[in-house]
């Protein structure tokens, strides 16, 4: 066992008051246990499936009209398991379960706007709207499509459509007409919501032309709702369009009191959420209402310690899983606090000063925000307060070890940093923080409560501590995706998540479990470079390379090469500085000694930029695709697609 030492180890008091310890106590006394520890309790929920799930049902009160007599189905089948088969509920009403005029959204828009919505004013909202919707033909099951901005109004319209038993998908405002069109398009939407402007930077975008652009591609939708936002003037629409107050007024009766929530089954689609599509057309992931949930209260409330009146944010477009993840927070009673814009704009303190000003408790943003703020050395602690601020959340990609480091040096000592990993495949995390574990740097604490992660290689034979392999889940698990939609038979749901190791859930991330029960994760699976055959993560590159002080940024990718695969490091250096000889010496020491001889790249070139997805996460496989000469589909899946010309048809990747 490691005598590292802990970053962070969470006092007596804080444990004690935890949520978690609360349901620790709970589960001993209820099944007659001793459970004291984290470890112990995540033993319990993978071994008693039924019982833990039942629980953590109980534990975050859920509303349903009936839940049934069954906790599952007793399949054993991974694919056919079903939890609460029986039951009927309506995932908004859990959502709407404060009526009272204390803040349910605390909202910025950048620095030209602030707002501030109570729990009664969102109610009404919904209700209204969805009365609207209704009236306007919205059916159970009918899909509506947003083209938005993180807003208020983004929210309404999803609750509006969830409590009528619509299924609410979303592409953000940065997407073009093409990306964004080839996203909707698919899911045949009825209605599209679409937030007609926004700021970036201090600047106004407005969205008209490609709103109408993306309308007019969707042949099923029947009404075009947009929302007023930033300074855009009103248009003169035709009779398919409408502005969302307008819309309201002609369909929707405000006499009406009370808001009508559709009961329907446990799995019932809440939410289709779209794959990155850096590889392919993007998929269509289906989210039951029931699975997501329950796992969102158990992740909220057990693994990040929200508490009623928390106030909770996160960082994120309406693209990402983590806006879905952080608007679930209204289920535990917690306000949001929800930001649309630059994070960095005017400077690196904005969501600092926004922490601050309404004393935020859940700080939740990217692994990249935090590296980006070490490199340029911002020191929150000496600008701000952030006396309110318990947790720190922080996922996306993986995070290095100087930014573990500096989340405690220069943000805030006594704070827990929750890093976490899961993904859009099951709108929440198999990795995550606990508030009554330590905190050591270079690793998540640990494994998800009833998430049965095991490390496989390439054989499906299962691997021990300290190995590197594949994540895997070993059991059913309750968020456990409905299927992608227009998929006849399932075949592409199988082949993404069955077909390489059966019987299990395949998972794709590069990861390792330490002998603290902590998670490293070194990259995904598909992107793992394999030099003479021996496989080895990106992420343990990246952790050298942010070492050295005159890179920036960087992207390893494997290059096919004399019937064997080399590494091709590329690097963005800081400003006025050129990459020659001496430096690359310098990077290729800093990794051969820190890390090994095979992780030392053959190529070491510059560039200015390196392609980031839409959620900040690195396209090592759309650079693979550029220098292999392959086509990188759906390009609008990126952040910065211009920046793959900048790896196309090189030189130096020509030569040995």
């Known amino acids: 066992m490691s005598t590292i030492k802990p970053l962070w180890t969470p006092s007596a008091d804080r444990c004690k008051s935890s949520n978690l310890a609360k349901f620790i106590g709970i589960v001993n006394k209820k099944h007659n246990l001793k459970i004291s520890e984290f470890k112990e309790l995540w033993d319990w929920s993978v071994n008693c499936r039924d019982e833990f799930w039942d629980e953590i049902w109980s534990f975050g009160d859920v509303i349903a009209s009936s839940k049934g007599n069954r906790i599952s189905n007793g399949e054993k089948n991974f694919k056919a398991h079903r939890y609460f088969p029986d039951a009927k509920l309506n995932f908004a009403e859990n959502l709407l379960r404060v009526r009272d005029n204390k803040p349910a959204i605390i909202f910025w828009g950048e620095n030209k706007v602030e707002r501030i919505i109570t729990y009664n004013e969102l109610y009404n909202s919904v209700k209204d709207l969805a009365y609207a919707l209704k009236k306007n033909g919205l059916e159970v099951g009918d899909r509506v499509a947003g083209y938005v901005a993180n807003t208020p109004e983004t929210l309404i319209a999803a609750l509006a459509t969830i409590s009528l038993g619509g299924v609410w998908c979303a592409c953000a405002t940065d997407f073009g007409v093409k990306g964004a069109s080839d996203r909707l398009a698919q899911i045949d939407p009825k209605f599209f919501f679409a937030t007609e402007a926004y700021y970036y930077k201090g600047k106004v975008f407005d969205n008209s032309d490609k709103i109408f652009d993306i309308a007019k591609s969707i042949n099923t939708v029947k009404k075009t709702i947009l929302i007023p936002y930033a300074d855009a003037p009103r248009k003169k629409l035709d009779k398919n369009y409408a502005y969302l107050d307008d819309y309201v007024n002609e369909f929707g009766d405000k006499s009406k009191t009370t808001l009508e929530f559709v009961q329907l089954p446990f799995n019932h689609p809440i939410y289709i959420l779209f794959t990155s599509g850096t590889t392919g057309a993007p998929k269509c992931i289906i989210h039951g209402a029931g699975g997501t949930l329950l796992q969102h209260l158990k992740e909220h409330q057990l693994h990040c310690d929200i508490k009623p009146g928390d106030r909770v944010f996160y960082y994120s477009t309406c693209s990402w899983m983590m806006w879905n993840w952080h608007v679930s927070a209204l289920a535990s009673k917690a306000t949001l606090m929800m930001f649309d814009g630059n994070p960095s704009y005017p400077d690196a303190y904005t969501l600092f000063n926004f922490a601050d000003k309404h004393k935020m408790n859940f700080f939740g943003t990217s692994s990249k ?198 590494i091709i490091l590329f690097v963005v250096l800081r400003d006025n500085l050129i990459l020659d000889e001496d430096l690359k010496k310098k990077i290729c020491v800093q990794i051969r000694t820190n890390a090994t001889p095979r992780h030392v790249p053959s190529k070491i070139i510059q560039v200015k930029e390196i392609p980031y997805t839409k959620n900040d996460k690195i396209s090592e496989i759309a650079v693979k695709s550029v220098i292999q000469g392959r086509e990188v589909k759906n390009k609008e899946s990126l952040k910065n697609p211009a920046s793959l010309e900048l790896y196309r048809n090189l030189k130096e990747l020509q030569e040995d």
């Open 369 to 566: 925000f935090l590296d980006v703020l070490y490199k340029i050395g911002a020191k929150p602690k000496d600008h701000n307060d952030l006396s309110s601020v318990r947790t720190i959340g922080a996922t996306g990609s993986p995070m290095s070890l100087e930014a573990f480091s500096y989340v405690y040096k220069d943000i805030k000592q006594d704070l827990h940093l929750n890093v976490f990993s899961g993904g859009t495949d099951l709108i929440s995390c198999f990795i995550i923080g606990n508030p009554i574990s330590p905190v050591y740097a270079g690793e998540m604490q640990g494994i998800g409560l009833g998430m049965k992660v095991a490390v496989f290689d390439d054989n499906g034979k299962p691997l021990g501590k300290n190995q590197q392999g594949e994540l895997v889940c070993t059991v059913p698990f309750a968020p456990k995706p409905v299927g992608f939609w227009k998929d006849d038979g399932d075949q592409k749901y199988d082949k993404a998540y069955y077909q390489e190791f059966p019987g299990v859930w395949s998972h794709g991330d590069w990861i390792e479990i330490t002998d603290r029960n902590g998670v490293i994760i070194s990259g995904r699976a598909d992107t793992v470079l394999k030099p003479s055959g021996v496989r080895i993560g990106t992420a343990e590159i990246y952790a050298q390379v942010q070492k050295v002080e005159e890179v920036l940024e960087s992207i390893a990718v494997g290059q096919q090469w004399n019937n064997d695969e080399r």
